[in-house]
């Protein structure tokens, strides 16, 4: 993410990663985002956990529906293809090219417009098949483009802008993830670098439908005394009730795990989740106690933030579909093609 | 009709019964006996209690469309008893179960009634009410078999077949069709007036639904990735598309997949997921029918403008909305043409039977990747679902799908600035490059306004290039989908325009109408946007008419609206009730403008006066 245009000269010094590359080429279009969104810290997160990761560029996909939110996969990684498809299917086109090639790393960014209202049911079923993709929502309830009406994550009591009141009661992606059967659910908040990022690395390692609810304030329309998505409240009210650290395959482990307050995850790929313990007795790996932990921290008034449900057992969609290993689209012609003995044969079955 | 090899008859049960099952093994084993034949479903959206009929048409001469009238009836609901007898034509039969009085409802004057207690037999012969259920339809067309000289070895060998891994129900059901056998054999005049002959002209056919044969070409084309939502008429396309997958698809080795087949939560995600796919690099489809169709115009339009392939198979019912969704129509032409919102326009293609489902198949699959778009396979219920005499289907083990312009890791290696939109070649097609190839390729797909090079504009002129660009893209394709086949005689003074599942009922009419002294030519449409030769051929006769399935002559406005041809000089003949055309309609349409035109004293007839 960038918000200003940087000349393209590179600093001999600058940092690279294990591809080569530096934290620059992670980077993409110019921003077109109001000065101070939210959205655009999540970008510039993005974008350093994807150079940490060392992720190959043109091996990700950037997908998204419509909306703030969805316009960010413009402003990352410029050497990945992006597809901003229409509001609220992201899903479906994800988990179309998903089908076809398996091997890509997929990065889903959406918002509370465009995942819980007009695509709240491709959102619910993206989950329910456990597609391998990193599954962003940046949540600021409210319309942005369309200039500050309430969002379906809007808490009942805020206020917008022009001062209404929120009378409907919202839906919470995480609460809703849970109970669909997610493998991996988090919840952040863009003003919390130190905090996303690892939780981000894990999301991308992560084997399945990596869920993060990222509170993005808007500061052009839900920023406001009132606002329940705004930095003042989400500051305020952030409870981290699960703190991850990430340590990827290739990096050594020093410290072996003997602190009985860190637990840790193995990733399908053989990097670690290791778990800081914050809330007495919280399990990240127990889906039920995650669903209570979260209600009862809603119920009082509390932003329950952090990696908060694992589940590195779950079948993703070509698990449960048993597909070929290689990607669909490498499959030679001739693989796909039984030739005319076969149809020769088949014909007689239709005599 | 009505002759030996040329006769039709129906049977009327009730849904759920098993009577499918016995129908279609009686048209297999007259097929069997070399004797061109057809079958025509007509059931309802329901699972088990309404009326539902089939109809089998036997034609020496190879008439495939549905018949007008029925030379044999077989009633077996009382709730459609009335219009059973009256279904009768003059001089017919009609089969009804004696178990039971005769009621007033089929007493009919002019027709020969036959009762035999299907029933009774069944009662006293089987076990168990749901198997007595079924074994009466087997009892029937062993009845049938001796009224109409179905050759019994067949029927016997068809059951061994069926049942060859049940042997306790091979038994019975050879008791069955031996007991219908026997019961007519000894109580009435053995075979009827019209009955079977065996022939030797269905070497080179095979029985096939459209749908099958479409999943086939699906498979054949090298398609990985279909998505669907469940719906009548098309869910038997991706039944059909799975069974042959597992049959051909499954790595020996393993046993994993090299398919993916969604069931999505609805027709906006089976788009979706096809689209997606299709951007990918594989080869994706979907299958659906009108009220599917509705749901996915946003993102035809986006496939359109973004340029990403992918198939939709539209298996049209008649609508609107709901319809009835087991009756057939054509009634999605324009919808589909035109489909989504803004400047669009699809390739569109017009399969008229299984066999042409299956090669068009292929064939859509090769345009939607050269041309980067959409592309649509108008089928309907008719051709969809129902069982039709074709010729076997060929491959040619040469074949290479078209993949059109995609750029290889190599190629993109050389690229400084890759532009998606650019027409470098001039023929309206840009080289499009897949995620996962090389970072040279990357670009950003939009459905919001983009320029040459993929960038987003609101620029006037940068947005019209592209849309300009398109538009040309869109004449190209007129030269590369499936040309018209046009049926041309000497002499003929009148021009038919017909499309898809029209074609038998049409070339069976033409035939008639020449009995009468009226001669036609033909042009079947088989695929949308059309060239010059459509445009020829409609300014060819002094009289056109326009056959097709919908109320409000699709066909003749696309006509009309694309190749300019005045709408008032084309004559529309419109069959929109939900059943498969009959020559019928044809003829009559036909010879009655015709007469009326002549008694309005035409310009020809003055001449003639005056010469």
């Given at each position: 993410?960038?918000?200003?245009t940087?000349?393209?000269?590179?600093?001999?010094g600058?940092?690279?990663?294990?591809?080569?590359?530096?934290?620059r080429?992670?980077?993409?279009?110019?921003?077109t985002?109001?000065?101070?969104?939210?959205?655009?810290?999540?970008?510039?997160?993005?974008?350093?956990?994807?150079?940490?990761?060392?992720?190959?560029?043109?091996?990700?996909?950037?997908?998204?529906?419509?909306?703030?939110?969805?316009?960010?996969?413009?402003?990352?990684?410029?050497?990945?293809?992006?597809?901003?498809?229409?509001?609220?299917?992201?899903?479906?086109?994800?988990?179309?090219?998903?089908?076809?090639?398996?091997?890509?790393?997929?990065?889903?960014?959406?918002?509370?417009?465009?995942?819980?209202?007009?695509?709240?049911?491709?959102?619910?079923?993206?989950?329910?098949?456990?597609?391998?993709?990193?599954?962003?929502?940046?949540?600021?309830?409210?319309?942005?483009?369309?200039?500050?009406?309430?969002?379906?994550?809007?808490?009942?009591?805020?206020?917008?802008?022009?001062?209404?009141?929120?009378?409907?009661?919202?839906?919470?992606?995480?609460?809703?993830?849970?109970?669909?059967?997610?493998?991996?659910?988090?919840?952040s908040?863009?003003?919390?670098k130190?905090?996303?990022?690892?939780?981000?690395?894990?999301?991308?390692?992560?084997?399945?439908?990596?869920?993060?609810?990222?509170?993005?304030?808007?500061?052009?329309?839900?920023?406001?005394?009132?606002?329940?998505?705004?930095?003042?409240?989400?500051?305020?009210?952030?409870?981290?009730?699960?703190?991850?650290?990430f340590?990827?395959?290739?990096?050594?482990?020093?410290?072996?795990?003997?602190?009985?307050?860190?637990?840790?995850?193995?990733?399908?790929?053989?990097?670690?989740?290791?778990?800081?313990?914050?809330?007495?007795?919280?399990?990240?790996?127990?889906?039920?106690?995650?669903?209570?932990?979260?209600?009862?921290?809603?119920?009082?008034?509390?932003?329950?933030?952090?990696?908060?449900?694992?589940?590195?057992?779950?079948?993703?969609?070509?698990?449960v579909?048993?597909?070929?290993?290689?990607?669909?689209?490498?499959?030679?012609y001739?693989?796909?093609?039984?030739?005319?003995?076969?149809?020769?044969?088949?014909?007689?079955?239709?005599? | 009709?009505?002759?030996?090899?040329?006769?039709?008859?129906?049977?009327?049960?009730?849904?759920?019964t098993?009577?499918?099952?016995?129908?279609?093994?009686?048209?297999?084993?007259i097929?069997?006996?070399?004797?061109?034949?057809?079958?025509?479903?007509?059931?309802?959206?329901?699972?088990?209690?309404?009326?539902?009929?089939?109809d089998?048409?036997?034609?020496?001469?190879?008439?495939?469309?549905?018949?007008?009238?029925?030379?044999?009836?077989v009633?077996?609901?009382?709730?459609?008893?009335?219009?059973?007898?009256?279904?009768?034509?003059?001089?017919?039969?009609?089969?009804?179960?004696?178990?039971?009085?005769?009621?007033?409802?089929?007493?009919?004057?002019?027709?020969?009634?036959?009762?035999?207690?299907?029933?009774?037999?069944?009662?006293?012969?089987?076990?168990?009410d749901?198997?007595?259920?079924?074994?009466?339809?087997?009892?029937?067309?062993?009845?049938?078999?001796?009224?109409?000289?179905?050759?019994?070895?067949?029927?016997?060998?068809?059951?061994?077949?069926?049942?060859?891994?049940?042997?306790?129900?091979?038994?019975?059901?050879?008791?069955?069709?031996?007991?219908?056998?026997?019961?007519?054999?000894?109580?009435?005049?053995?075979?009827?007036?019209?009955?079977?002959?065996?022939?030797?002209?269905?070497?080179?056919s095979?029985?096939?639904?459209?749908n099958?044969?479409?999943?086939?070409?699906?498979?054949?084309?090298?398609?990985?990735?279909?998505?669907w939502?469940?719906?009548?008429p098309?869910?038997?396309?991706?039944?059909?598309?799975?069974?042959?997958?597992?049959?051909?698809?499954?790595?020996?080795?393993?046993?994993?997949?090299?398919?993916?087949?969604?069931?999505?939560?609805?027709?906006?995600?089976?788009?979706?997921?096809?689209?997606?796919?299709?951007?990918?690099?594989?080869?994706?489809?979907?299958?659906?029918?009108?009220?599917?169709?509705?749901?996915?115009?946003?993102?035809?339009?986006?496939?359109?403008?973004?340029?990403?392939?992918?198939?939709?198979?539209?298996?049209?019912?008649?609508?609107p909305?709901?319809?009835?969704?087991?009756?057939?129509?054509?009634?999605?032409?324009?919808?589909?043409?035109?489909?989504?919102?803004?400047?669009?326009?699809?390739?569109?293609?017009?399969?008229?039977?299984?066999?042409?489902?299956?090669?068009?198949?292929?064939?859509?699959?090769?345009?939607?990747?050269?041309f980067?778009?959409?592309?649509?396979?108008?089928?309907?219920?008719?051709?969809?679902?129902?069982?039709?005499?074709?010729?076997?289907?060929?491959?040619?083990?040469?074949?290479?799908?078209?993949?059109?312009?995609?750029l290889?890791?190599?190629?993109?290696?050389?690229?400084?600035?890759?532009?998606?939109?650019?027409?470098?070649?001039?023929?309206?097609?840009?080289?499009?490059?897949?995620?996962?190839?090389?970072?040279?390729?990357?670009?950003?797909?939009?459905?919001?306004?983009?320029?040459?090079?993929?960038t987003?504009?609101?620029?006037?002129?940068?947005?019209?290039?592209?849309?300009?660009?398109?538009?040309?893209?869109?004449?190209?394709?007129?030269?590369?989908?499936?040309?018209?086949?046009?049926?041309?005689?000497?002499?003929?003074?009148?021009?038919?325009?017909?499309?898809?599942?029209?074609?038998?009922?049409?070339?069976?009419?033409?035939?008639?109408?020449?009995?009468?002294?009226i001669?036609?030519?033909?042009?079947?449409?088989?695929?949308?946007?059309?060239?010059?030769?459509?445009?020829?051929?409609?300014?060819?006769?002094?009289?056109?008419?326009?056959?097709?399935q919908?109320?409000?002559?699709?066909?003749?406005?696309?006509?009309?609206?694309?190749?300019?041809?005045?709408?008032?000089?084309?004559?529309?003949?419109?069959?929109?009730?939900?059943?498969?055309?009959?020559?019928?309609?044809?003829?009559?349409?036909?010879?009655?403008?015709?007469?009326?035109?002549?008694?309005?004293?035409?310009?020809?007839?003055?001449?003639?006066?005056?010469?």
């Open positions: 993410m960038t918000s200003i940087k000349p393209q000269v590179r600093h001999p600058l940092r690279k990663n294990a591809l080569g590359f530096t934290q080429d992670y980077e993409g279009a110019m921003s985002l109001c000065a101070g969104c939210g959205h655009d810290s999540v970008t510039a997160a993005l974008v350093q956990a994807c150079f940490e990761l060392a992720l190959p560029p043109h091996r990700a996909a950037k997908m998204s529906g419509i909306g703030c939110s969805s316009k960010t996969t413009a402003y990352f990684m410029r050497e990945s293809h992006g597809f901003n498809s229409v509001h609220g299917r992201m899903p479906s086109v994800t988990t179309g090219a998903n089908a076809a090639n398996r091997d890509l790393t997929y990065i889903g960014i959406s918002g509370d417009g465009d995942s819980l209202s007009i695509g709240l049911g491709q959102f619910c079923h993206a989950i329910r098949r456990n597609v391998r993709m990193l599954y962003l929502i940046e949540n600021n309830g409210v319309y942005g483009l369309t200039k500050g009406q309430f969002s379906a994550s809007a808490d009942i009591g805020s206020t917008s802008k022009k001062g209404e009141t929120n009378i409907q009661p919202p839906i919470d992606p995480v609460l809703l993830a849970l109970t669909l059967g997610a493998t991996f659910v988090a919840r908040f863009s003003g919390d130190a905090q996303l990022i690892p939780i981000l690395k894990a999301g991308l390692s992560h084997n399945g439908l990596a869920l993060i609810d990222i509170i993005s304030p808007c500061v052009t329309f839900n920023d406001h005394e009132g606002s329940t998505k705004s930095y003042k409240f989400t500051r305020e009210h952030e409870v981290e009730i699960s703190a991850a650290d340590v990827p395959l290739r990096r050594e482990i020093k410290a072996p795990v003997t602190n009985e307050a860190i637990s840790t995850v193995t990733m399908h790929d053989g990097s670690i989740v290791r778990f800081r313990k914050t809330h007495e007795g919280y399990d990240p790996t127990n889906r039920e106690a995650a669903y209570e932990h979260v209600r009862a921290c809603q119920q009082r008034d509390e932003v329950a933030t952090g990696l908060l449900f694992i589940d590195e057992n779950g079948a993703d969609m070509h698990a579909w048993k597909t070929v290993e290689t990607p669909l689209v490498d499959l030679k001739e693989e796909l093609c039984p030739g005319n003995a076969a149809l020769q044969a088949l014909m007689e079955k239709y005599r | 009709m009505s002759g030996i090899n040329d006769f039709a008859f129906r049977m009327a049960t009730v849904n759920g098993g009577s499918a099952s016995a129908n279609s093994l009686l048209m297999q084993a097929f069997r006996m070399g004797i061109p034949v057809t079958g025509k479903n007509i059931f309802p959206s329901n699972i088990q209690g309404l009326p539902t009929f089939y089998i048409r036997v034609s020496k001469d190879g008439y495939t469309a549905r018949p007008p009238e029925m030379d044999l009836v009633t077996l609901n009382p709730s459609t008893y009335a219009k059973d007898v009256a279904s009768v034509r003059k001089g017919g039969y009609l089969l009804y179960d004696s178990s039971w009085p005769l009621e007033p409802d089929l007493v009919r004057e002019g027709i020969t009634i036959l009762g035999i207690p299907f029933g009774k037999m069944c009662v006293e012969n089987f076990e168990g749901r198997n007595r259920t079924l074994l009466r339809n087997i009892v029937y067309s062993g009845a049938l078999a001796a009224f109409l000289s179905i050759d019994m070895e067949i029927v016997g060998q068809m059951l061994t077949e069926k049942f060859a891994k049940k042997k306790g129900l091979l038994d019975a059901n050879r008791r069955a069709i031996q007991l219908g056998f026997d019961y007519a054999k000894a109580h009435f005049e053995c075979p009827l007036p019209f009955h079977l002959d065996h022939m030797d002209a269905t070497g080179d095979i029985i096939i639904d459209g099958s044969a479409a999943a086939l070409g699906a498979v054949y084309a090298g398609a990985t990735v279909g998505a939502y469940p719906i009548t098309s869910t038997s396309l991706m039944e059909a598309f799975t069974s042959f997958c597992k049959k051909f698809r499954t790595e020996p080795d393993t046993g994993l997949a090299r398919y993916c087949i969604i069931q999505a939560e609805d027709e906006l995600s089976a788009a979706g997921i096809a689209i997606g796919a299709g951007w990918a690099g594989a080869r994706a489809f979907t299958n659906t029918a009108g009220p599917g169709i509705s749901l996915m115009q946003e993102f035809v339009g986006l496939a359109y403008y973004t340029e990403i392939p992918a198939v939709f198979f539209d298996i049209q019912r008649t609508g909305s709901t319809g009835m969704p087991t009756r057939t129509q054509q009634a999605d032409l324009l919808s589909l043409a035109y489909a989504s919102h803004g400047d669009t326009k699809h390739i569109v293609l017009f399969p008229c039977n299984p066999e042409e489902c299956f090669y068009m198949s292929v064939k859509a699959f090769d345009l939607a990747d050269r980067q778009t959409p592309v649509f396979v108008a089928s309907d219920l008719d051709i969809g679902m129902n069982d039709w005499m074709c010729k076997r289907l060929e491959w040619d083990d040469s074949f290479r799908p078209d993949r059109g312009k995609c290889t890791a190599d190629e993109l290696e050389s690229v400084k600035k890759f532009s998606r939109y650019v027409d470098a070649e001039g023929d309206g097609i840009a080289a499009r490059s897949l995620p996962g190839v090389h970072g040279h390729g990357a670009y950003f797909v939009r459905g919001s306004g983009h320029d040459k090079h993929g987003y504009t609101e620029d006037a002129d940068a947005y019209q290039e592209v849309v300009d660009r398109l538009a040309r893209k869109f004449r190209l394709a007129a030269t590369a989908v499936p040309a018209p086949e046009f049926h041309k005689v000497r002499g003929a003074e009148v021009g038919i325009v017909s499309l898809g599942g029209c074609h038998a009922a049409v070339l069976e009419a033409i035939d008639r109408l020449r009995d009468m002294g001669v036609a030519d033909y042009m079947r449409i088989r695929g949308f946007p059309f060239d010059a030769p459509v445009r020829a051929f409609l300014d060819s006769y002094p009289v056109t008419f326009v056959v097709e919908n109320r409000d002559a699709q066909l003749r406005s696309l006509l009309a609206i694309e190749t300019g041809k005045p709408r008032d000089e084309m004559i529309p003949v419109l069959d929109y009730g939900g059943m498969p055309l009959t020559a019928a309609v044809v003829v009559n349409a036909v010879s009655g403008h015709l007469v009326k035109a002549d008694t309005k004293s035409s310009p020809r007839k003055k001449r003639k006066a005056r010469a």
